[in-house]
């Protein structure tokens, strides 16, 4: 396990715990989104923060090279076991569709877990468009599902989680466990996300550093590890550009903003003006640099 800042201050305010016990990283999983810059929303706000975003979301998940991304990490499944032919695949915030389409070209049965209603819409439209029809959408947050009487208990040969903020805990991620039968597929961000716009937008308003993005990933790892999951943990980095015109910028710097903050009347205005200052030829250009987790479990 890499070690990180955030793990060492959570277990330090801990210290009866002992470092094998599930229970003490559950907790210091739970006190790091806490003690985080990261602003924990409610189900209704989350559901509602995705609706705004589902444009520019579909736009860059659904792109050529996010599906290029995705490809190769079903061929890694494939490399260390998972038999996707045939397969009975949960995916958990299923979203627009990136991991759901792929899969559904092999396997027999796909359930596309998704509470966003544009995001849903977009899943059943590409679905009758292109003629796909293993594919059931249940359009309801993870958080309220009941597995035993949606017949879920280890019933699917794979379960997908990729990015989705319904697992959040450890009940949320038993949850995913207890579906199913053989692996379970976790992406997740790994203690680095970094937009140079949006930290410098960060300085200019508040005066102070951009905060680090949560390390939950490795919280998740170490709690499955102790308790005696056979797993296997990738992380990597990714660097991507993105250039959109002001208005569409100043809307999603606006967005990333409100995962840390409360809006306060005038920051839409300080946002607008920044982008205009920042922008050339009438398209404000981010880099983005992100440390991606994976884990695969072997239940």
């Known amino acids: 396990m890499r070690e990180n800042q955030s793990s060492?201050?959570?277990?330090?305010?801990?210290?009866?715990?002992?470092?094998?016990?599930?229970?003490?990283?559950?907790?210091?999983?739970?006190?790091?989104r806490e003690h985080c810059c990261y602003r924990d929303r409610?189900?209704?706000?989350?559901?509602e923060f995705w609706s705004r975003k589902a444009e520019s979301f579909q736009k860059n998940i659904m792109s050529d090279k996010h599906k290029k991304k995705v490809i190769?990490?079903?061929?890694?499944?494939?490399?260390e076991g998972v038999t996707?032919?045939?397969?009975?695949?949960?995916?958990?915030?299923?979203g627009p569709g990136p991991f759901t389409f792929p899969l559904a070209e092999t396997a027999q049965e796909i359930v596309a877990l998704e509470p966003v209603e544009s995001m849903v819409e977009y899943l059943r439209k590409k679905m009758n468009d292109e003629g796909y029809d293993n594919i059931h959408i249940l359009p309801l947050p993870w958080e309220e599902i009941n597995?035993?009487?949606?017949?879920?208990?280890?019933h699917f040969d794979l379960v997908v989680a990729s990015m989705?903020?319904?697992?959040?805990?450890?009940?949320?991620?038993?949850?995913?466990?207890?579906?199913?039968?053989?692996?379970?597929?976790?992406n997740a961000y790994a203690g680095k996300r970094e937009n140079d716009m949006l930290n410098e937008l960060w300085t200019r308003l508040t005066g102070t550093k951009m905060p680090p993005w949560p390390d939950h990933i490795?919280?998740?790892?170490?709690?499955l590890y102790t308790e005696g999951y056979d797993l296997i943990l990738n992380v990597w980095e990714e660097k991507r550009v993105e250039e959109h015109p002001p208005q569409e910028a100043a809307h999603n710097l606006l967005l990333s903003l409100q995962s840390y903050i409360t809006p306060y009347p005038g920051l839409k205005e300080e946002i607008e003006n920044f982008v205009q200052e920042k922008a050339t030829n009438g398209t404000l250009k981010q880099t983005i640099v992100s440390r991606v987790g994976s884990i695969l479990i072997r239940c």
């Open 147 to 154: 597995i035993e009487k949606e017949n879920f208990k280890e």
């Open 218 to 223: 490795f919280y998740i790892h170490n709690l």
């Open 164 to 186: 989705t903020p319904g697992i959040k805990n450890g009940e949320t991620l038993r949850k995913a466990l207890a579906c199913s039968k053989k692996y379970f597929y976790l």
């Open 42 to 47: 409610s189900l209704e706000e989350t559901i």
């Open 84 to 94: 996707l032919e045939g397969a009975t695949v949960l995916d958990i915030g299923a």
């Open 72 to 79: 190769e990490t079903l061929r890694w499944l494939q490399q």
């Open 8 to 32: 060492k201050d959570c277990a330090g305010q801990n210290n009866n715990h002992s470092f094998k016990d599930p229970s003490a990283w559950e907790k210091w999983w739970q006190q790091s």
